[in-house]
């Protein structure tokens, strides 16, 4: 085999296994899902149940995570179903979030379909 084959072979190989290291929408979501859990507990008991939806928009779950992928999420009163949080998430395409931001409560509702119900 040539050099070049090899070379080429080499980068195809690299390219599909930085491919397959990309997390899934769904791993960001729900690592989402778990920040928001978390800080919530922090001042108020909170269930570790929550429910997701795709929000705004068409999401693909089973989509590759960009590098830098952003979530908008309300949190939810279990019993009156008030918002009782709004948060920004953002996440790395290893599903790791990178920060969690809180939105004022009177910002612009998502989807109840995003809703993180708690």
């Keep these: 085999m040539s050099k070049l084959k ?3 072979m080499g ?3 690299a390219l599909s296994a930085a491919g397959a290291q990309a997390a899934q929408v ?3 979501m729900k690592a989402c ?3 928001l859990v978390e800080q919530l507990a922090e ?3 909170v269930s570790s149940n929550y429910a997701m939806g795709q ?3 068409f999401i693909n ?3 590759r995570l960009r590098p830098r992928e952003s979530f908008e999420m309300n949190a939810r009163s279990a019993t009156s179903h008030e918002v009782i949080a709004r948060v920004d998430c953002i996440v790395n395409n290893r599903a790791e979030v990178l920060e969690l931001k809180g939105l004022p409560l009177a910002a612009q509702d998502v ?3 995003a809703d993180a119900i708690r």
Aim: net charge positive.
């Design 55 to 57: 929000g705004r928009g």
């Design 61 to 63: 779950e089973r989509d």
């Design 111 to 113: 989807s109840p379909k």
């Design 43 to 45: 001042t108020r008991p």
């Design 26 to 28: 769904k791993d960001g």
């Design 6 to 8: 090899h070379a080429a």
């Design 33 to 35: 899902a778990d920040a």
């Design 11 to 13: 980068c195809a190989l």
